[in-house]
């Protein structure tokens, strides 16, 4: 027999959180971020069921021409643009759109011999500071690459910083509104602004955690009752179990000593799965539906949680780590990390299953 660890993939959850999303951003089109494999869940598991969007943005240039290949015939936005010249080449041929954020890159497209022009989001660095133009060179950005007949219809992009906390996004949306550049399409919404800043929607959304069903923010009470799905349930089985006395210390490192006697289970999951290693005792798990705590440090293969409060569990019984009934940003937050580090570190080792 295999193993027991399995991750599911819901199909289901896909329409669904695209559905929601549709309903809160009224006229704005959607792309579907699906970059790095779908935040794990596997793009070529997943794209079909995101069918309904208006288009797909993602960054390796393969997986652009993967989904054309299999069928995709919308929209495909490379996020953090072409790396080399040659790219071009690939974005004519597949029709891609491609962000521009350097000077170099408008030097290359001018330059470029191409059968037809292309689309390009030319990236804004309203206060990120991470990629693109300054507000004050973005006029005459502008108005140089409207010169370039190799560049057919251009967005203004940017990406805010603080969307999914308090700091919010007014300071760099103001940079964005004095700029006064209505004559462009604006894409400036990514998962946090959808939800909480429908000022910023614009003409194009870019939603990406949310289609997964997981929060921007990181905590899972912040999107509780929007209604998102799940979109991946990680779960194992208990493969051991025992009786300890009082006193005992609990695996590598012996960092958990029982207070008391207790019943604790080994289950095989660990951080070669793509589980973190730095989670603590006290990290929510799920056993046969009853909601516990992981106990002593992570191994590679292995965890051990407290049956204490699931009397009934045994060798087989279900455990949850994250997904329908344990939600990964719960998981995510208690660990120190965010809910997009643990769906995209689900290891290849682990089998997968659509349904």
């Known amino acids: ?15 669904h959180n695209l559905s929601i999303i549709r309903q809160r951003v009224n006229n704005s089109k959607i792309w579907s971020v699906v970059k790095a494999n779908a935040y794990g869940h596997g793009l070529s598991r997943i794209w079909q069921s995101l069918m309904q969007t208006d288009g797909f943005a993602l960054l390796d240039m393969n997986e652009a021409i993967d989904l054309r290949e299999q069928g995709w015939q919308g929209p495909i936005l490379l996020l953090e643009g072409f790396f080399k010249p040659a790219d071009l080449q690939i974005i004519n041929q597949y029709r ?24 390009i989001y030319l990236k804004l660095n309203s206060g990120m500071n991470r990629l693109g133009f300054t507000p004050e060179e973005y006029p005459q950005i502008i108005s140089s690459v409207r010169r370039i007949n190799n560049i057919n219809s ?13 700091v919010g996004v007014d300071g760099q949306f103001a940079v964005v509104e004095r700029l006064q550049m209505n004559s462009l399409p604006h894409c400036l919404a990514s998962s946090g602004a959808i939800l909480w800043h429908p000022k ?10 949310i289609l997964y069903g997981a929060s921007p923010s990181g905590r899972w009470c912040d999107i509780a009752n929007i209604g998102l799905k799940p979109a991946m349930t990680l779960q194992s089985e208990i493969i051991a179990v025992h009786e300890l006395p009082e006193g005992e210390k609990i695996g590598y490192g012996g960092c958990y000593t029982t ?6 289970g080994t289950v095989a999951c660990g951080y070669a799965d793509g589980y973190p290693r730095h989670a603590p005792t006290g990290t929510p ?36 780590l994250w997904g329908e ?8 937050e208690s660990a120190g990390t965010i809910g997009y580090e643990l769906l995209c570190a689900l290891a290849k080792r682990v ?5």
Do not use: Y
């Not at 295999?2 to 329409?15: K, S």
């Not at 009934?325 to 995510?332: K, R």
């Open 154 to 166: 251009v967005t203004l992009m940017t990406h805010f910083a603080n969307a999914d906390n308090d």
């Open 200 to 209: 910023t929607h614009g003409d194009w959304v870019r939603p990406g955690i």
């Open 351 to 355: 089998p997968v299953t659509v349904v």
């Open 325 to 332: 009934n344990l939600p990964v940003d719960e998981v995510a």
């Open 1 to 15: 027999m295999p193993r027991p660890i399995l991750a599911t993939i819901h199909l289901d959850a896909f329409r």
């Open 259 to 264: 207070p008391k006697p207790m019943r604790v």
């Open 96 to 119: 891609l759109t491609t962000a521009v954020h350097s000077h170099w890159q408008i030097d290359e497209i001018e330059k470029a011999k191409l059968d037809n022009a292309i689309d």
């Open 285 to 320: 798990v799920m056993v046969d539906g009853i909601r516990t705590q992981l106990l002593g440090a992570i191994s590679m293969d292995m965890m051990t949680v407290d049956l204490t409060l699931c009397p009934q569990a045994r060798i087989g019984s279900v455990v949850e």
